[in-house]
């Protein structure tokens, strides 16, 4: 149908933080609130698409009917609970902001105070999006980058070594950008050169444009 394009199509959307565990009382995190990603799940079920939102911890919550909420922790749980979905999805989008390391050991009782200075030997997560990317089938896979300095040229590495099909770059650099804001500013990089910098909007209005851009590539 016209108005509903992706009507018949899965989307996995993956949100907010992850959380990797120090011991039974700690974790290391990110600022990433979900919002960004809950709107482009939101923006996927109005085009139409069965959408699932596997969502880190936050207090934002998905209320669209659409839109089936997966709640993990950590990295690994959203690498597993993506890489299960994964051969069902028509596209997936990843707004997730996932932690790139993780402690190498969770001490199983809360680490006492004590040394002035503490170690802890963090490990490489899995890269979530550059798995889905050496695997794809027939999906669409859409990144976001964010950094805070050399904003273009990492987003196209990411564009190109992750094997998307779109990046959506956000930078801290910009006011009202990023983390938490109820806005962002985003410049979008295809694949085939597309490039589309857009205004400072809301971010219920960037998912849409997102979206538009989706059921551009998919008919490209
Ligand atoms: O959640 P909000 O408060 O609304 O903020 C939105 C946002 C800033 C979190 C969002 O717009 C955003 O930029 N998300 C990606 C943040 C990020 O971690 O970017 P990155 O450049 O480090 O990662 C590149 C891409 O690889 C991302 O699509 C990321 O989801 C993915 N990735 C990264 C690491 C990893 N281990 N697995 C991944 O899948």
């Known amino acids: 149908t016209i108005d509903r394009p992706l009507t018949g199509k899965m989307a996995i959307?993956?949100?907010?933080?992850?959380?990797?565990h120090i011991d039974p009382v700690r974790y290391i995190t990110n600022h990433s609130s979900g919002k960004m990603g809950i709107a482009i799940a939101a923006a996927l079920a109005d085009a139409g698409a069965n959408v699932n939102l596997v969502l880190g911890p936050t207090s934002q919550v998905?209320?669209?009917?659409?839109v089936t909420t997966l709640p993990v922790q950590t990295a690994q749980e959203m690498?597993?609970?993506v890489t299960s979905l994964y051969s069902a999805a028509n596209l997936v989008v990843a707004a997730?902001?996932?932690?790139?390391?993780?402690?190498?050991?969770?001490a199983d009782k809360k680490i006492k105070k004590g040394q002035a200075q503490l170690h802890i030997d963090l490990e490489k997560t899995p890269d979530i999006?550059?798995?889905?990317?050496?695997?794809?089938v027939h999906q669409l896979l859409i990144g976001f980058s964010l950094e805070t300095d050399n904003e273009r040229e990492y987003a196209l590495k990411k564009l190109n070594d992750k094997h998307l099909d779109m990046i959506?770059?956000?930078?801290?650099?910009?006011?009202?950008?990023?983390?938490?804001?109820?806005?962002?500013?985003v410049t979008?990089?295809?694949?085939?050169?597309?490039?589309?910098?857009?205004?400072?909007?809301?971010?219920?209005?960037?998912?849409?444009?997102?979206?538009?851009?989706?059921i551009e590539l998919q008919h490209a």
């Open 13 to 20: 959307v993956t949100a907010g933080p992850t959380i990797e």
């Open 129 to 136: 999006l550059k798995y889905l990317g050496e695997h794809k």
């Open 168 to 185: 959506v770059m956000n930078s801290l650099a910009d006011a009202g950008a990023g983390f938490n804001y109820d806005t962002n500013k």
């Open 96 to 106: 997730a902001a996932v932690a790139d390391y993780r402690p190498v050991n969770i």
């Open 62 to 66: 998905s209320n669209h009917p659409g």
């Open 79 to 81: 690498f597993e609970k």
């Open 188 to 214: 979008l990089f295809g694949k085939n050169g597309m490039e589309r910098s857009l205004p400072l909007k809301s971010k219920l209005e960037v998912a849409k444009d997102i979206v538009s851009a989706i």
